[in-house]
């Protein structure tokens, strides 16, 4: 009988432990792309404060925390995430996933980018400028590091269905073992 509340505290500080890996090990993107680090698979997050743009196919360039960074995010989830920056200009959006290398493919259509997208800033949007026609793939990699979060990957998800499913059990032991011992369920 106090097996069933052994194991249902088990389960159950097993759920919790999850919980808090889940959210102690995310860290925010700029500590990775800022570092030059090259992890793929590593958790993370971006306050995003402005969507500049589309390289390619739900690739977008956005800002956070002064920076801009690659996301890979569907257009339904980017059109709502920039409906709410335009409606609340003053506040962030928070983005969760998981990074991945850049792919070399991306790397023409990003060049591409940041030369339209300087030189546009370059002359705060008036005439056609091409003062900043020279960038190079390592110019991209500097502007951008070397990794994108992927906000549409479900690396974790069986991580995260064992969590809800120990805790769960977890609970209902722990109701079970009461409910023997008190009665308090008919």
């Not at 290398?101 to 259509?109: H, R, W, Y």
């Not at 690396?155 to 109701?175: A, H, Q, R, S």
Request: net charge negative; aromatic share 14%; glycine share 6%.
């Amino acid at each position: 009988m106090k097996t069933k509340l052994i194991m249902g505290i088990i389960l159950l500080l097993s759920c919790i432990t999850l919980i808090i890996y889940f959210e102690v090990s995310r860290v925010n993107i700029y500590e990775i792309t800022n570092s030059g680090q090259k992890k793929a698979d590593k958790r993370v997050y971006l306050d995003a404060t402005y969507i500049a743009g589309t390289i390619t196919d739900n690739y977008y360039v956005m800002f956070g925390d002064g920076v801009q960074y690659i996301v890979y995010i569907s257009d339904e989830d980017a059109i709502k995430i920039n409906r709410y920056l335009l409606d609340n200009p003053e506040s962030s959006y928070r983005i969760e996933g998981v990074t991945k290398l850049i792919p070399t493919s991306l790397e023409e259509n990003g060049i591409k980018f940041v030369i339209g997208w300087l030189n546009h800033s370059h002359n705060h949007g008036e005439e056609e400028s091409h003062v900043h026609d020279d960038i190079t793939v390592d110019d991209f990699y500097h502007y951008f590091g070397y990794v994108y979060l992927d906000n549409t990957s479900n690396d974790n998800l069986v991580l995260e269905i064992i969590m809800y499913v120990f805790g769960i059990t977890g609970l209902l032991l722990i109701i079970n073992f009461l409910n023997t011992k008190y009665h308090f369920i008919n």
